[in-house]
Protein backbone atom coordinates (compact mmCIF):
# COMPACT_ATOMS: atom_id res chain seq x y z
CA UNK A 1 0.00 0.00 0.00
CA UNK A 2 2.65 2.60 -1.02
CA UNK A 3 3.90 3.67 2.71
CA UNK A 4 0.49 4.53 3.98
CA UNK A 5 -1.13 3.74 6.65
CA UNK A 6 -4.67 4.02 8.52
CA UNK A 7 -5.14 3.35 11.94
CA UNK A 8 -7.58 2.40 13.20
CA UNK A 9 -8.59 -0.20 10.68
CA UNK A 10 -11.81 -0.74 12.55
CA UNK A 11 -14.16 1.37 14.57
CA UNK A 12 -17.39 1.09 16.24
CA UNK A 13 -18.60 4.31 17.53
CA UNK A 14 -22.16 5.95 18.94
CA UNK A 15 -23.98 8.17 17.61
CA UNK A 16 -22.87 12.21 18.91
CA UNK A 17 -19.25 11.33 19.77
CA UNK A 18 -16.11 13.11 18.29
CA UNK A 19 -14.03 10.35 16.11
CA UNK A 20 -10.27 10.68 14.61
CA UNK A 21 -8.71 8.82 11.46
CA UNK A 22 -5.20 8.82 10.65
CA UNK A 23 -3.23 8.71 7.90
CA UNK A 24 0.53 8.44 7.92
CA UNK A 25 2.50 8.15 4.78
CA UNK A 26 6.17 7.31 4.58
CA UNK A 27 6.53 8.45 0.85
CA UNK A 28 6.74 12.27 1.82
CA UNK A 29 4.20 13.12 -1.39
CA UNK A 30 2.83 16.52 -0.99
CA UNK A 31 -0.66 15.89 -1.61
CA UNK A 32 -3.10 13.87 0.53
CA UNK A 33 -6.87 12.78 0.44
CA UNK A 34 -9.27 11.47 2.71
CA UNK A 35 -12.48 9.74 0.64
CA UNK A 36 -15.59 7.44 1.83
CA UNK A 37 -16.57 4.56 -0.05
CA UNK A 38 -20.22 3.58 -0.05
CA UNK A 39 -22.13 0.52 -1.07
CA UNK A 40 -23.29 1.55 -4.70
CA UNK A 41 -21.62 4.90 -4.22
CA UNK A 42 -18.00 5.73 -6.48
CA UNK A 43 -15.47 6.65 -4.03
CA UNK A 44 -15.73 10.70 -2.90
CA UNK A 45 -13.40 13.15 -1.82
CA UNK A 46 -14.10 14.83 2.03
CA UNK A 47 -11.25 16.97 2.32
CA UNK A 48 -7.43 17.32 0.58
CA UNK A 49 -4.21 18.77 1.98
CA UNK A 50 -1.90 20.35 -0.89
CA UNK A 51 1.07 20.73 2.31
CA UNK A 52 1.45 21.45 5.79
CA UNK A 53 -1.75 23.10 7.67
CA UNK A 54 -3.09 23.76 3.88
CA UNK A 55 -6.23 21.58 3.30
CA UNK A 56 -9.56 22.08 1.45
CA UNK A 57 -12.95 20.99 1.15
CA UNK A 58 -14.02 18.33 -0.87
CA UNK A 59 -17.87 17.58 -2.30
CA UNK A 60 -18.76 15.92 0.88
CA UNK A 61 -17.09 17.50 3.57
CA UNK A 62 -19.73 18.97 6.05
CA UNK A 63 -19.50 17.15 9.36
CA UNK A 64 -15.95 16.67 8.58
CA UNK A 65 -13.03 18.68 9.49
CA UNK A 66 -9.10 17.83 8.58
CA UNK A 67 -5.42 18.80 10.18
CA UNK A 68 -2.19 18.00 8.82
CA UNK A 69 0.53 20.22 11.19
CA UNK A 70 3.41 17.51 9.47
CA UNK A 71 4.06 15.95 6.10
CA UNK A 72 3.43 12.66 6.61
CA UNK A 73 0.13 12.84 8.74
CA UNK A 74 -2.82 13.85 8.15
CA UNK A 75 -5.75 13.44 10.43
CA UNK A 76 -9.62 13.35 9.96
CA UNK A 77 -12.30 14.27 12.69
CA UNK A 78 -15.86 13.27 12.16
CA UNK A 79 -16.77 16.28 15.27
CA UNK A 80 -19.56 14.46 16.13
CA UNK A 81 -20.47 11.02 14.46
CA UNK A 82 -24.11 10.58 12.78
CA UNK A 83 -25.02 7.05 11.30
CA UNK A 84 -25.21 8.36 7.58
CA UNK A 85 -21.17 9.10 8.49
CA UNK A 86 -21.20 4.88 8.83
CA UNK A 87 -18.85 3.98 5.59
CA UNK A 88 -14.95 2.81 4.74
CA UNK A 89 -12.71 5.61 4.47
CA UNK A 90 -9.94 5.90 2.32
CA UNK A 91 -6.34 7.65 2.56
CA UNK A 92 -4.70 8.72 -0.70
CA UNK A 93 -1.56 10.55 -1.52
CA UNK A 94 0.25 12.04 -4.55
CA UNK A 95 3.64 13.69 -5.20
CA UNK A 96 1.10 15.69 -7.95
CA UNK A 97 -2.32 17.29 -7.55
CA UNK A 98 -4.74 13.89 -8.00
CA UNK A 99 -6.37 15.45 -11.32
CA UNK A 100 -3.03 15.29 -12.75
CA UNK A 101 -1.31 12.07 -15.03
CA UNK A 102 0.27 11.42 -11.71
CA UNK A 103 -0.76 8.31 -9.83
CA UNK A 104 -2.81 8.79 -6.27
CA UNK A 105 -1.54 5.75 -3.62
CA UNK A 106 -4.57 4.58 -1.29
CA UNK A 107 -4.39 3.09 1.94
CA UNK A 108 -5.80 -0.18 3.09
CA UNK A 109 -8.81 1.55 4.03
CA UNK A 110 -10.86 1.98 7.62
CA UNK A 111 -14.16 0.78 8.32
CA UNK A 112 -16.11 3.13 10.23
CA UNK A 113 -20.07 1.79 12.03
CA UNK A 114 -21.59 4.26 13.50
CA UNK A 115 -24.53 3.09 15.86
CA UNK B 1 -23.87 16.52 -13.73
CA UNK B 2 -20.80 14.65 -14.88
CA UNK B 3 -21.24 11.21 -14.31
CA UNK B 4 -19.14 7.97 -14.63
CA UNK B 5 -21.34 5.06 -15.32
CA UNK B 6 -20.31 1.55 -15.38
CA UNK B 7 -21.77 -1.54 -16.65
CA UNK B 8 -22.10 -4.71 -15.74
CA UNK B 9 -22.35 -4.17 -11.88
CA UNK B 10 -21.27 -7.92 -11.57
CA UNK B 11 -19.48 -10.15 -13.63
CA UNK B 12 -18.92 -13.95 -12.57
CA UNK B 13 -16.27 -16.01 -15.64
CA UNK B 14 -14.39 -18.88 -15.40
CA UNK B 15 -10.47 -18.98 -14.76
CA UNK B 16 -8.97 -18.68 -18.19
CA UNK B 17 -11.43 -16.50 -20.46
CA UNK B 18 -11.41 -12.73 -21.40
CA UNK B 19 -13.91 -10.48 -20.12
CA UNK B 20 -14.40 -6.56 -20.95
CA UNK B 21 -15.16 -4.39 -18.57
CA UNK B 22 -17.34 -0.86 -19.30
CA UNK B 23 -17.15 2.32 -18.70
CA UNK B 24 -19.33 5.62 -20.30
CA UNK B 25 -18.46 8.98 -18.69
CA UNK B 26 -20.67 12.31 -19.48
CA UNK B 27 -17.39 14.44 -18.16
CA UNK B 28 -16.62 17.36 -20.51
CA UNK B 29 -14.61 18.39 -21.07
CA UNK B 30 -11.84 15.89 -20.57
CA UNK B 31 -8.16 15.42 -19.27
CA UNK B 32 -7.80 11.64 -18.38
CA UNK B 33 -9.17 8.28 -17.77
CA UNK B 34 -7.85 5.76 -15.29
CA UNK B 35 -8.97 2.12 -14.26
CA UNK B 36 -7.99 0.80 -10.55
CA UNK B 37 -8.28 -2.53 -9.11
CA UNK B 38 -9.79 -3.09 -5.65
CA UNK B 39 -9.20 -6.12 -3.53
CA UNK B 40 -11.89 -6.96 -1.30
CA UNK B 41 -10.82 -4.93 2.07
CA UNK B 42 -7.60 -3.05 0.02
CA UNK B 43 -7.26 0.28 -1.29
CA UNK B 44 -7.32 0.76 -4.92
CA UNK B 45 -4.23 0.68 -6.81
CA UNK B 46 -3.84 2.10 -10.48
CA UNK B 47 -4.03 0.15 -13.41
CA UNK B 48 -3.82 3.06 -16.68
CA UNK B 49 -4.20 5.79 -17.07
CA UNK B 50 -5.08 7.49 -20.37
CA UNK B 51 -5.30 10.92 -21.71
CA UNK B 52 -7.75 12.31 -24.10
CA UNK B 53 -5.50 11.77 -26.82
CA UNK B 54 -4.59 8.60 -26.20
CA UNK B 55 -6.64 5.49 -27.05
CA UNK B 56 -5.36 2.15 -25.52
CA UNK B 57 -2.93 1.25 -22.69
CA UNK B 58 -1.74 -1.80 -21.66
CA UNK B 59 -0.66 -3.21 -18.28
CA UNK B 60 0.19 -7.02 -18.54
CA UNK B 61 -3.45 -8.98 -19.41
CA UNK B 62 -5.02 -5.86 -18.59
CA UNK B 63 -6.01 -3.71 -21.65
CA UNK B 64 -7.74 -0.30 -21.54
CA UNK B 65 -9.05 1.54 -24.37
CA UNK B 66 -11.05 4.96 -24.87
CA UNK B 67 -12.94 6.41 -27.38
CA UNK B 68 -13.02 9.89 -26.51
CA UNK B 69 -15.61 10.59 -29.29
CA UNK B 70 -18.61 8.62 -27.65
CA UNK B 71 -16.93 8.92 -24.12
CA UNK B 72 -16.80 5.42 -23.95
CA UNK B 73 -13.89 3.28 -22.40
CA UNK B 74 -13.59 -0.34 -22.22
CA UNK B 75 -11.15 -2.92 -19.81
CA UNK B 76 -9.91 -6.13 -21.45
CA UNK B 77 -8.78 -8.99 -19.13
CA UNK B 78 -6.83 -11.67 -21.32
CA UNK B 79 -6.85 -15.26 -19.84
CA UNK B 80 -8.57 -14.52 -16.40
CA UNK B 81 -7.06 -15.28 -13.07
CA UNK B 82 -8.26 -16.53 -9.90
CA UNK B 83 -6.46 -13.26 -8.97
CA UNK B 84 -8.41 -11.29 -10.98
CA UNK B 85 -11.28 -11.14 -8.71
CA UNK B 86 -12.00 -8.07 -7.64
CA UNK B 87 -13.79 -4.91 -7.74
CA UNK B 88 -12.57 -2.29 -11.14
CA UNK B 89 -13.23 1.09 -11.37
CA UNK B 90 -13.03 3.72 -13.87
CA UNK B 91 -12.11 6.80 -12.69
CA UNK B 92 -12.10 9.95 -14.56
CA UNK B 93 -10.80 14.36 -14.32
CA UNK B 94 -12.82 16.74 -16.54
CA UNK B 95 -10.58 19.92 -16.83
CA UNK B 96 -12.67 22.09 -14.84
CA UNK B 97 -11.07 20.98 -11.37
CA UNK B 98 -7.05 20.91 -10.80
CA UNK B 99 -8.49 18.42 -7.84
CA UNK B 100 -11.60 16.85 -8.89
CA UNK B 101 -11.60 13.05 -9.93
CA UNK B 102 -14.59 11.75 -10.69
CA UNK B 103 -15.51 7.63 -9.33
CA UNK B 104 -17.79 5.05 -10.81
CA UNK B 105 -19.22 2.91 -8.45
CA UNK B 106 -17.08 -0.33 -9.93
CA UNK B 107 -17.34 -3.75 -12.03
CA UNK B 108 -17.31 -6.42 -8.88
CA UNK B 109 -15.91 -9.81 -11.04
CA UNK B 110 -15.49 -12.98 -9.62
CA UNK B 111 -13.19 -15.40 -11.85
CA UNK B 112 -14.40 -19.35 -10.92
CA UNK B 113 -11.91 -22.06 -11.02
Known amino acids: DAGITQSPRHKVTETGTPVTLRCHQTENHRYMYWYRQDPGHGLRLIHYSYGVKDTDKGEVSDGYSVSRSKTEDFLLTLESATSSQTSVYFC??????????????FGPGTRLLVL | KNQVEQSPQSLIILEGKNCTLQCNYTVSPFSNLRWYKQDTGRGPVSLTI?????NTKSNGRYTATLDADTKQSSLHITASQLSDSASYIC????????????FGSGTRLLVRP
Open chain 2, 91 to 102: VVRGMDSSYKLI
Open chain 1, 92 to 105: AISPTLAGGKGTQY
Open chain 2, 50 to 54: MTFSE
